[in-house]
């Protein structure tokens, strides 16, 4: 059903604005031109293949305890350098969709009921709100998106207001809380529905035994503590190894590109004025090279190209 015909999401757009008429209003016209902009109706896995195979995201097949559906993010899947905003965006949006399918969205009762009736029609509702985990272990400089995170809060805030119950960040590590205070001003009041919890936490408190996501069993926790040891006897070395690959690495960058520019200029200081700027435009022409005057096949529509014997003259003076 359309949302602009649904009934139900007139009136949760209505509670969320606390029965403010001209606030509810604003609020869902902006959802639905969003929503047709976005061609949220037309979203769909073909549009973002590629995330689907990374499963950096997904619609988790059971509810926690309370019934809620469950989206994952898992962020040691996202990486800022490789990803495609676009193709992310639409993902979210339709994973969130897909969500709304598997939750209520009550009706307002009917306008003679009394308040008590209203309380029992709320209470008797199935949930209308989901649960969302973010699994922040192994979360490093490349999982720090901010663009990502900013179209997520606009999302959320703006297009599905209160739709999310609950944000669990598990397993954070230090890092990340510099993250997220980057994060949290955008939130506003929706900032408190953000916990951070450990594994054990999502396991025993949220999902009944043998539902919880898959990296949440109680099989990974001797590996996940033995790994979590390991790492923080090791960090010391490995910080002061990285640094000093990476020292490495850039100075041998440099030491190369600083050589090549050095041979490159006095192979070309020896050259005649007009042989070097010939040099220099046919090196950005990609032409192969020959060993005397010839003549490129011509290829249709593009003609011929000719090397004549200034540039052959110019080309031995440089191998010398």
């Known amino acids: 059903r359309p949302v602009a015909d649904n009934i139900g999401v007139l009136w949760w757009f209505l509670r969320d604005r606390r029965l403010d008429v001209d606030e509810a209003v604003d609020k869902l016209v902006e959802c639905l031109r969003w929503r047709a902009d976005f061609r949220v109706e ?169 539902k919880e996501p898959p990296g949440f069993g109680e099989d990974l926790l001797a590996t996940g503590v033995q790994r979590r040891a390991f790492t923080q006897a090791a960090s010391p070395k490995i910080q002061q190894l990285s640094s000093g690959v990476l020292f490495v690495g850039v100075t041998l960058a440099a030491s190369a590109v600083f050589g090549i520019r050095r041979r490159v200029a006095t192979a070309t200081s020896s050259l005649p004025f007009g042989a070097a700027s010939s040099w220099r435009q046919s090196r950005h022409l990609r032409a192969p090279r020959l060993r005397g005057p010839s003549a490129r096949p011509a290829l249709p529509g593009l003609g011929s190209y000719h090397i004549g014997d200034d540039d052959v003259d110019a080309e031995i003076a440089l191998k010398r």
């Open 42 to 210: 037309r979203l769909g896995p073909e549009l973002f293949e590629r995330g689907m195979r990374s499963q950096k995201s997904y619609l988790h097949r059971h509810l926690d305890v309370m019934g809620r559906p469950v989206l994952v993010a898992t962020a040691a899947r996202h990486n800022v350098m490789d990803r495609r905003f676009q193709e992310d965006c639409r993902m979210c949006a339709w994973m969130l969709e897909s969500a709304l399918d598997r939750l209520a969205t009550i009706e307002p009762p009917p306008p003679p009921a009394a308040d008590v009736a209203m309380d029992e029609h709320s209470q008797n509702s199935p949930p209308e709100q989901a649960l969302g985990i973010f699994d922040l272990r192994g979360f490093s400089p490349l999982q720090a998106d901010l663009e990502i995170a900013a179209f997520l809060v606009d999302v959320l805030y703006k297009y599905y207001p209160g739709r999310t119950g609950k944000v669990l960040l598990v397993g954070a590590p230090d890092l990340f809380r510099s993250f997220w205070k980057s994060v949290k001003p955008w939130l506003g009041h929706y900032a408190s529905l953000a916990d951070f919890v450990t594994v054990e936490e999502v396991r025993n408190d949220y999902f009944s035994p043998g």
